[in-house]
């Protein structure tokens, strides 16, 4: 689980959304509001709002979509979520069942974290090489 996870507000531009997504090379960005999420955009979001580079636009006609767009008209609302006690074989079987990529962490109605295809990868990896699947285990 990547904590804190990075969060926008659903009012956030497009853009401004698509360059934090670039900037902190993740793919998946929790939608917040007064600590309570209300929704999840991904790097997908992003480009299906994007307009064809097949149909002649100019590049200020581009970038005013990102620039007039907000978060709040792309993003998935009310998105799956898991608690941080749900079971690592519930989380992977919901993920593979929705084929989603990302899980917000949820705990109390706050986010608390994001559990995403790249933590259970990384999990696998830690397991498979006889070390804890958490990757900051409580000492013993």
Do not use: W
Request: aromatic share 4%; charged share 20%.
């Amino acid at each position: 689980m990547c904590q804190p996870p990075i969060t926008v507000d659903p009012s956030t531009f497009l853009l401004d959304a698509a360059l934090m997504l670039r900037a902190g090379a993740v793919r998946h960005l929790l939608v917040v509001e007064d600590g309570r999420l209300v929704g999840l955009l991904t790097d997908r979001d992003i480009q299906r709002c994007a307009p064809s580079r097949l149909v002649p636009i100019s590049e200020e006609g581009y970038n005013a979509v990102f620039e007039g767009t907000t978060v709040s008209r792309v993003m998935t609302r009310e998105p799956l979520t898991v608690s941080p006690d749900t079971p690592l074989e519930t989380a992977i079987g919901m993920m593979q069942q929705s084929r989603f990529g990302c899980l917000p962490v949820v705990e109390n109605e706050l986010v608390v974290g994001i559990l995403t295809r790249s933590d259970l990868v990384d999990a696998l990896q830690r397991l498979l090489s006889g070390k804890s699947a958490r990757r900051y285990a409580a000492p013993s």
